[in-house]
């Protein structure tokens, strides 16, 4: 726990985060991320989840009762404001600090105006999260969203934003993770949320209310595909770029609709992505050709062939594990069919002793009123 001038500098960074928030433009501001697969994930900072994205968890003053406001980002602000009350009841033991504020909330109000700024140039990447790819690999971690955002800030310290699904495509932001124990090259967090999944390149970050896009730039591409696949090597992950190499087809074909060489040049580039297969054609005549071709090649594996050997021997191992499940609940239900049968057994037993039982109290009842009898008969003509 921090001591009162510690506690009292977070207060403060608090008090600025949310100034942040209802005052800048991107406030009910929807982003637009348009992926390197295709897809467009639209997401807005929605009030409520304010206080989580901060690292304040309001659920336990709210139960407690110790504010008298009852929307999330309002008992934030009130908190903000009694936080001496608040300081003094936590020093007390009346309410545990660890159960309100995030190990890493200085890490997580720093990241804030990352997170909430949304620029492309501070995005790293994209990942999907998939709770099947994640039990094939062995990850036991379950975190819950669908879809995180990297965001780099040029530091060791690395942020993920999660998205999770409202509603068909749109999205919101419930938690960030903050995670800067190791850097990037050795990074257990990072490594739990890509691993054996799918990593995607952001082309372009639109604010849609304001109509700002912002495009990742041609030249900067490669480089980023170059980080990305070396990322997507040392986790096991799967990097999607597809998408993006056909978008920039399109570009090309526009303009250089009356070159034949382009136009050839195309049409192979293609049939490659069609087929996941490397590229391999001579296009010296244009540079943009040149870093597309070596961009694509860099993303593409050695072969589809170890993939689907991959995906067959989890499916295999997959197929094992249930096939192992459901010999063991045979072998349970056996078990449990086997106690049955004794418990009836021994439930017809005691039954058939009761009976006895009641039988021969029968007729101890029978000799008590004969004795009865006799001993009155006796007794009349004694």
């Known amino acids: 726990m921090p001591n009162k001038y510690e506690f009292e500098q977070i207060i403060i960074k608090l008090e600025e985060a949310v100034k942040l928030y209802k005052t800048t433009p991107y406030r009910y501001n929807e982003n637009k991320l348009y992926l390197s697969n295709g897809q467009v994930l639209e997401f807005m900072f929605k009030p409520q989840n304010i206080p989580h994205l901060l690292g304040i968890d309001i659920g336990i003053l709210k139960n407690s009762k110790i504010l008298t406001a009852t929307r999330p980002l309002d008992m934030l602000e009130e908190l903000i404001t009694r936080y001496t009350a608040i300081y003094q009841k936590i020093v007390r033991g009346e309410i545990a600090y660890s159960d309100i504020f995030s190990p890493y909330i200085k890490e997580k109000i720093a990241s804030f105006e990352t997170i ?9 990447f994209v990942s999907e999260y998939s709770l099947p790819r994640a039990y094939l690999n062995g990850e036991r971690n379950n975190y819950g969203c669908q879809y995180y955002i990297a965001f780099d ?13 409202v509603d068909g495509e749109y999205f919101y932001s419930p938690s960030s993770i903050i995670s800067s124990q190791d850097g990037k090259e050795n990074n257990k967090i990072l490594r739990d949320l890509i691993e054996n999944q799918q990593i995607m390149m952001v082309n372009c970050v639109g604010k849609k209310n304001i109509n700002s896009y912002n495009y ?3 030249a900067d591409k490669l480089e980023i595909v170059q980080n990305l696949s070396d990322l997507a090597k040392r986790n096991n992950s799967h990097l999607i770029l597809s998408s993006d190499f056909i978008y920039n087809l399109k570009k ?17 580039l293609i049939l490659a992505i069609s087929k996941g297969r490397k590229v391999n054609v001579d296009c ?34 997959l197929k094992e594990e249930l096939l192992a499940a459901q010999q063991k609940l ?47 008969l006796f007794k009349k003509y004694q």
């Open 116 to 124: 909430l700024r949304c620029d492309i140039n501070d995005i790293y």
């Open 153 to 165: 800030d040029g530091k060791s310290e690395m942020s993920f934003l999660g998205l999770k699904r």
């Open 216 to 218: 990742l730039k041609n």
């Open 252 to 268: 090309l074909m526009l303009s250089y609709e009356k070159d034949l060489n382009v136009q050839n040049f195309i049409s192979k």
């Open 284 to 317: 010296s005549f244009d540079q943009t050709c040149s870093e597309l071709v070596e961009a694509y090649n860099m993303s593409v594996q050695k072969s589809s062939k170890p993939d689907m050997q991959s995906d067959l021997e989890e499916l295999k191992k």
């Open 330 to 376: 045979q072998e349970q239900e056996q078990i449990i069919a086997e106690k049955d049968k004794k418990i009836s057994e021994q439930k017809s037993q005691i039954k058939s002793q009761q009976e006895q039982l009641n039988a021969q109290q029968t007729s101890i009842d029978s000799l008590t009123d004969f004795k009865e009898e006799a001993f009155q």
